[in-house]
């Protein structure tokens, strides 16, 4: 794919992905900080499960998070090979 416009669709595309992963994985951590609030871990549940679970929650979400880069970085990317200044992101 070397066609500027249809390198600047797919960089829009890209953006548009990343801002919806940042949409649906913004409540993510603040529900699980809620949960862990009212229930913290350590009172009410000890042991392995109990560090997967956190892990798994922290593993998440920054899975998350170097996906919306990921697909940013990719959208530059896209931008600069189509010879475009690269706009200002969602970072």
């Not at 960089?11 to 993510?28: K, M, Q, W």
């Not at 350590?42 to 919306?68: I, L």
């Amino acid at each position: 794919m070397s066609d500027p416009s249809a390198l600047r669709l797919a960089a829009s595309r890209c953006r548009s992905a990343a801002g919806r992963i940042r949409e649906l994985a913004s409540p993510v951590p603040d529900g699980v900080l809620a949960v862990s609030r009212r229930h913290p871990v350590e009172r009410v549940w000890a042991g392995p499960n109990a560090n997967t679970f956190t892990d798994g929650v922290n593993d998440a979400t920054r899975a998350m998070k170097n996906a919306v880069q990921d697909a940013l970085d990719y959208a530059d990317a896209l931008i600069r090979r189509a010879g475009q200044p690269v706009p200002p992101t969602l970072r």
